[in-house]
């Protein structure tokens, strides 16, 4: 299982660099305009905003792969920032779009139920 686990937590944190790579360098080219659905004007207008988002997603994204790279020793820290990543997708599933919950939230209650069984 803790291969399966370590797949899990991996898969996450790329999923967080995409999205600090949408946030922080796409927010207003297409590709980030369609990922959020964003007007032209709002996404310019919300350009900074994102940035800050996707800066703070790619510290979730460095804390899991620094949690792979320790190996077992890691685990708690794979264990903090499935929790932090859950809290996230919980808080933006309820203020910001329940796709919130399926693309981060989801994940990280999978990558946690298996990081306990590991």
Same mark, same amino acid.
């Given at each position: 299982?803790?291969?399966? *686990?370590? &797949?899990?937590?991996? !898969?996450? /944190?790329?999923?967080?660099? @995409?999205?600090?790579? $949408?946030?922080?360098? +796409?927010?207003?080219?297409?590709?980030?305009?369609?990922?959020?659905?964003?007007?032209?004007?709002? *996404?310019? &207008?919300?350009?900074? !905003?994102? /940035?800050?988002?996707?800066? @703070?997603?790619?510290? $979730?994204?460095?804390? +899991?792969?620094?949690?792979?790279?320790?190996?077992?020793?890691?685990?708690?820290?794979?264990?903090?920032?499935?929790?932090?990543?859950?809290?996230?997708?919980?808080?933006?599933?309820?203020?910001?779009?329940?796709?919130?919950?399926?693309?981060?939230?989801?994940?990280?209650?999978?990558?946690?139920?298996?990081?306990?069984?590991?």
């Amino acid at each position: 299982m803790s291969v399966a *686990a370590n &797949a899990v937590v991996a !898969l996450i /944190a790329l999923l967080h660099v @995409y999205i600090l790579v $949408l946030e922080m360098f +796409l927010w207003d080219k297409p590709a980030g305009r369609r990922a959020f659905g964003l007007s032209p004007e709002m *996404a310019a &207008a919300t350009k900074t !905003l994102a /940035a800050n988002q996707g800066l @703070y997603n790619g510290f $979730l994204a460095a804390g +899991l792969l620094w949690g792979l790279w320790l190996g077992q020793e890691g685990v708690p820290v794979q264990v903090f920032f499935l929790l932090c990543v859950l809290v996230a997708g919980l808080y933006g599933a309820a203020t910001a779009s329940r796709k919130i919950l399926f693309i981060q939230a989801v994940p990280a209650a999978i990558g946690l139920a298996l990081r306990a069984l590991a």
